[in-house]
């Protein structure tokens, strides 16, 4: 997994390439950790992710409910099919704000 980060207007963007899965998930969680501690605007462009595992899916969710308790923000952007699928199936599709 890559990961790539950009400040644009306020929004923390983290531009995720690859698998997000459970050897690479610990990664998400430690470069998201301090943009908690901020209640950031946050986006996660998934454009070039191509697999996530349960792993992955509860770092997600980790960071959404924990952005949400701090008055941050959390969106979910650019899902390819598979993903998208994944999310659909667990029901984080109707949870999270995804573009």
């Given at each position: 997994?890559?990961?790539?980060?950009?400040?644009?207007?306020?929004?923390?963007?983290?531009?995720?390439?690859?698998?997000?899965d459970?050897?690479t998930?610990?990664?998400?969680?430690?470069?998201?950790?301090?943009?908690?501690?901020?209640?950031?605007?946050?986006?996660?462009?998934?454009?070039?992710?191509?697999?996530?595992?349960?792993?992955?899916?509860?770092?997600?969710?980790?960071t959404?409910?924990?952005l949400?308790?701090?008055?941050?923000?959390?969106?979910?952007?650019?899902?390819?099919?598979?993903?998208?699928?994944?999310?659909?199936?667990?029901?984080?599709?109707?949870?999270?704000?995804?573009?």
């Amino acid at each position: 997994m890559d990961i790539t980060i950009l400040e644009e207007g306020g929004t923390t963007i983290l531009h995720i390439a690859g698998r997000l899965d459970t050897v690479t998930s610990p990664e998400l969680e430690q470069t998201v950790k301090p943009l908690i501690d901020l209640g950031a605007v946050v986006v996660f462009d998934c454009e070039k992710m191509d697999y996530v595992s349960s792993s992955g899916l509860r770092v997600i969710l980790s960071t959404y409910k924990q952005l949400a308790a701090v008055g941050g923000k959390f969106t979910i952007r650019n899902l390819n099919k598979e993903v998208q699928s994944v999310f659909d199936l667990t029901g984080f599709s109707r949870l999270l704000n995804i573009e």
